[in-house]
């Protein structure tokens, strides 16, 4: 399997601001990088991947970044609304699927 | 629908009573995979398979077993539950066998309280 690092474990921020949450990745080889949110009480749902050949890739207010050269990725809200609030988890799988270990992500109205 | 459905989605059971989780998947998935959730822990690999017949240990594999006699079903067995294995746990699949990767597909959960 593949080491991945997530941080922060918790973010509080005001709605309408932006967060970031950053994995960090051992294998130089991977070439897929999801992040997956959950609710609470529900199953993690896919929300947005990014493939290695390129650097970054918008949906609406999310976005991924990614920099294979310092093998890290980061996942990017904008404009955080309450409903953002959850546990979000990012993985860099090779075949196995492996994930970091969660970021609480805590939108204050 | 596509979809992982597990059963049963709530289960209390007692110390040394064998269990068995169901898990199947429509969508002619190769790779299946178990995950234990506890607070503060994120989730965890419990075992995963990458095809018919071929499993694998994840992270936390003690106390558990599996099997993929098909390509649908991938069954998490306790033979003796204990109370450490009281958790959250998570059935998913998804398109791909080993080095092709593709989103995980989650099933709804199993919660499972072991007295």
């Known amino acids: 399997g593949e080491n991945v690092e997530q941080h922060p474990s918790t973010l509080s921020v005001q709605e309408g601001d932006s967060a970031v949450i950053k994995c960090t990745y051992s294998d130089s080889a991977s070439n897929y990088f999801p992040w997956y949110k959950q609710e609470l009480g529900k199953r993690p749902q896919l929300i947005i991947d990014?493939?290695?050949?390129?650097g970054e890739k918008k949906d609406q207010r999310i976005a991924v970044t990614l920099n294979k050269t310092a093998k890290h990725f980061s996942l990017h809200i904008t404009e955080t609304q309450p409903e953002d609030s959850a546990v979000y988890f990012c993985?860099?799988?090779?075949?196995?699927?492996?994930f970091g270990a969660g970021t609480r992500l805590t939108v204050k109205p | 629908e596509a979809q992982v459905t597990q059963n049963p989605r709530y289960l209390i059971t007692v110390t040394g009573k064998k269990l068995t989780v169901t898990c199947s998947q429509n969508?002619?998935?190769?790779?299946m995979s178990w995950y234990r959730q506890d607070p503060g822990l994120g989730l965890r690999q419990i075992y995963y398979s990458m095809n018919v017949e071929v499993t694998d240990k994840g992270d936390v594999p003690e106390g558990y077993k599996v099997s993929r006699k098909e390509k649908r079903n991938f069954p998490l067995i306790l033979e003796s539950p204990s109370p450490n294995q009281t958790s959250l746990y998570f059935c998913?699949?998804?398109w791909g066998q080993g080095g092709v990767n593709s989103p995980l597909h989650f099933g709804n959960g199993t919660r499972l309280t072991v007295t």
């Open positions: 990014i493939r290695s050949n390129v």
């Open positions: 969508m002619n998935h190769e790779y």
């Open positions: 998913a699949s998804k």
């Open positions: 993985a860099a799988p090779r075949g196995d699927m492996r």
